[in-house]
């Protein structure tokens, strides 16, 4: 019988915590964005355009970097306030690499550490029934 392995991740344009669901206690693997907008540097002469350039850019390699992780696990819940849950799950089902992964995306708050463990454990816990 097949291992299934379960991922849980936490996202924003920003960062990601990533919580595999096991039987252990949940420990974070944050990845953090290479974008950083501080409205300070948007001010020290590069154009808009260059700056969502370097932001796409950016985004992308976060994006890329989340998905070779998720390739290792069947099922993965996105959660998180912004909306690049959706855009990271968008640019996943896109690639037929991934299209053995059970996806959900479920909106959430802001959350603390102990709060994020409790809607993985909770949101694993409820789909094994």
Same mark, same amino acid.
């Given at each position: 019988?097949?291992?299934?392995?379960?991922?849980?991740?936490?996202?924003?344009?920003?960062?990601?915590?990533?919580? %595999?669901?096991?039987?252990? =206690?949940? /420990?974070?693997? =944050?990845? %953090?964005?290479?974008?950083?907008?501080? =409205?300070?540097?948007? *001010?020290?002469?590069?154009? %808009?355009?260059?700056?969502?350039?370097?932001?796409?850019?950016?985004?992308?390699?976060?994006?890329?970097?989340?998905?070779?992780?998720?390739?290792?696990?069947? %099922?993965?819940?996105?959660?998180? =306030?912004? +909306?690049?849950?959706?855009?990271?799950?968008?640019?996943?089902? *896109?690639?037929?690499?991934? *299209?053995?992964?059970?996806?959900?995306?479920?909106?959430? /708050?802001?959350?603390?550490?102990?709060?994020?463990?409790?809607?993985?454990?909770?949101?694993?816990?409820? +789909?094994?029934?």
């Amino acid at each position: 019988m097949k291992t299934e392995k379960k991922l849980g991740i936490w996202m924003d344009h920003s960062t990601a915590n990533l919580m %595999e669901f096991t039987s252990d =206690p949940i /420990d974070i693997k =944050p990845i %953090e964005s290479a974008f950083n907008h501080d =409205p300070k540097a948007d *001010a020290s002469g590069g154009s %808009e355009n260059e700056m969502h350039n370097k932001e796409q850019h950016n985004e992308a390699g976060y994006y890329k970097k989340l998905g070779t992780i998720i390739k290792e696990y069947n %099922e993965v819940v996105l959660f998180g =306030p912004t +909306n690049a849950k959706v855009e990271l799950f968008n640019l996943l089902k *896109a690639d037929h690499a991934y *299209a053995g992964i059970k996806f959900e995306i479920m909106p959430s /708050d802001k959350m603390t550490d102990n709060q994020q463990h409790a809607f993985v454990r909770a949101h694993f816990s409820r +789909n094994q029934l």
